[in-house]
């Protein structure tokens, strides 16, 4: 059976061709953010797609108690925003840089109209927005059905952008406690049972996987 803990969405510029990537890069505006700043609020009605060039960027919803449920962690090459192009829906999430990061941003009418000049465009959309929804789904599988332990170590795997070095995911541990339900301390046990056991690393604001083959081997032994 494929395991999703291991799986990780192809960013978007890496299925197009150089020449492709250069093409987007003329018909975008490059934006500039420091850590934290947002980039969009939920209901925001401009209509676009956005590209991740360098940095990352997180995306999720504050609830009425100023908790953040954290939704998605995005790295270089990615995009968010299709949904506003392709459905006329306003944005439902908060998004904010993660460290120093620059964005590439594309109106609705101008990437419309590279795609229909151009289908591998939407080929490559298409693509990389199924992949990252099988990774929805298992996140939702994961909520509902891991004991504690197996959950927080899966949602990590998921959350944590490729590349070859070690992944360093940025954010709060009480926003990834009410991400999946789970108490601070309960939370702060898990972080600390994966620490002691040399799977991660936990910073000031951050989580480093020290090797994610290691900690995918680990969940995999313990989501029996």
């Given at each position: 059976?494929?395991?999703?803990a ?12 150089p020449e492709?990537?250069?093409?987007l ?21 401009r209509?676009?797609?956005?590209i991740i060039?360098?940095g990352?960027?997180q995306?999720?919803i ?6 953040f449920?954290l939704?998605s962690?995005?790295?270089p ?5 299709e949904f ?9 999430h908060?998004?904010?840089a993660?460290?120093?990061t620059t ?14 000049e ?6 490559a ?9 099988h990774?929805?789904?298992e996140?939702?599988?994961t ?8 959950r927080?170590?899966k ?7 490729g ?7 940025r ?5 990834l ?6 108490s ?13 056991e040399?799977?991660?690393?936990r ?11 290691r900690?995918?081997h ?7």
């Amino acid at each position: 059976m494929f395991d999703f803990a291991q799986f990780q969405a192809t960013p978007y510029l890496k299925l197009l061709s150089p020449e492709r990537v250069r093409r987007l890069f003329e018909n975008s505006h490059r934006r500039t953010l420091s850590d934290g700043q947002f980039v969009h609020s939920r209901g925001d009605q401009r209509p676009g797609i956005s590209i991740i060039e360098d940095g990352a960027a997180q995306a999720g919803i504050y609830g009425a108690d100023g908790s953040f449920i954290l939704t998605s962690y995005i790295g270089p090459g990615h995009t968010f925003g299709e949904f506003t192009v392709f459905t006329n829906l306003p944005r439902t999430h908060d998004v904010s840089a993660v460290g120093p990061t620059t964005m590439l941003e594309i109106p609705a009418p101008r990437f419309l109209a590279l795609c229909a000049e151009d289908p591998a465009y939407m080929q490559a959309m298409l693509q990389t927005t199924l992949m990252r929804s099988h990774l929805i789904l298992e996140m939702l599988h994961t909520v509902r059905s891991l004991p504690l332990l197996p959950r927080v170590a899966k949602f990590l795997l998921i959350l944590a952008p490729g590349g070859p070095d070690a992944p360093v995911l940025r954010f709060r541990q009480s926003d990834l406690a009410s991400t999946l339900g789970l108490s601070r301390a309960s939370m702060n046990r898990a972080l600390a049972t994966l620490a002691d056991e040399k799977l991660i690393e936990r910073g000031y604001g951050s989580i480093k996987i020290s090797d994610r083959d290691r900690l995918a081997h680990w969940l995999s032994g313990h989501s029996k």
